[in-house]
């Protein structure tokens, strides 16, 4: 609202604001505001026009009120068939609106456009069209109603996603794999999965699937066979510049590392994922990406647990689903909202924006 109060006069946008107490407008809002009108109010102690005139309306009838240089006025009804009956006014003023859009030498302006509560997969680019390098499409983006692209084999490496449950994780978890298989081969993509609680049973294909770790010690034995393979990714010291520039040291597929209910890996007794810390920051060279999907309800104190630190000291993309605001700021100024299933803000070093990420039911797994 106060980016349309501030902007909106530019785009023929007019913002009209009613609330029961001053207080209860921001002040960078009641600051972009130019008019005023005060009607009649439950305490005249809180005027900002004119506490006198104010109380002075208090045996006023509907209607009475005080402008911005200390006048009372009389607001007229809103309709325009000479009825003066209170208990008609809904459908006085429906009459009027009618009447005005009738008349009206221009087409009517187009509705504001708005979020789908649903993405399904059909509705984003075919996998056999180009993306133009921009990687695996996610959703849609609330600014424009196009696909927003997440490429971690691009300068983006990572991912956080956090939400309460039933916000949407392993829905979007579901739908990252399956686009991703989609959109690239077995040699160029492999995926390792770690799910305690079998969310994402089955939705890579077996030509994609790197390994499916459904415990501590299956996580534990995967996350130690794909250290090994990364540090052999590592560059010597024999290389040219022309070498490190290509990454021509080494040939195999990005390696992709999603992590369901990441709260439940994380345990007292260790993190089966910790052996991959110092390789984080080297994600690019060595073609290893995380993708971790936690529940929001204490992230403010996980933050600090080592391998999430790093993925956040790397400005990884965060993925902000619903969840409680009260949970502090977790990605640079933006917090946890209430949103619908797989709704939330993707905050990136260029900003943020809203999307509805594609839903991948458990019914349509691969």
Known sequence: MIDVARRGLGFGVHLVVATGRWMDLR?????????RYELRLNDPIESEIDRKGAQALAA?????????????????????????????????????VAAVAGACPFDAVPAVRLLPEVVKADELPDPADSDGGRGVPIGLSEADLEPVYLDLAGPEGHLVVLGDSQSGKT?????????????????DAQILVVDYRRGLLEVVPAT??????????AAGTEVGRLRDDLVARLPGADLTPAQLRARSWWSGPEIYVLVDDYDLVVSPSGNPLAPLVELLPQARDVGVHLLLARRSGGISRALFEPVLARVRELNAPHLLLSGDPNE???????????????????????????????????????
């Open 171 to 187: 829905s979007f978890l579901r739908g990252y794999a399956q686009s991703l298989c989609a959109r690239q081969s077995p040699a």
């Open 328 to 366: 502090g700021q977790i990605a640079g100024p933006y917090r946890m909202t209430a949103q619908p299933p797989g709704r939330g803000l993707l905050v990136r070093r260029a900003g943020a924006a809203l999307v509805q990420t594609t839903y991948a039911p458990e019914a349509e797994l691969v």
């Open 208 to 217: 994609h699937l790197r390994g499916y770790a459904g415990s501590a010690v």
């Open 27 to 35: 002040l960078s809002l009641k600051e972009a505001v130019g008019g």
């Open 60 to 96: 006023a009838g509907p209607g009475r009120g005080l402008t911005r240089d200390k006048l009372i006025f009389q607001a007229g009804m809103p309709r325009i068939d000479g009825d003066d009956d209170p208990l008609t006014l809904p459908s006085g003023a429906e009459q009027l």
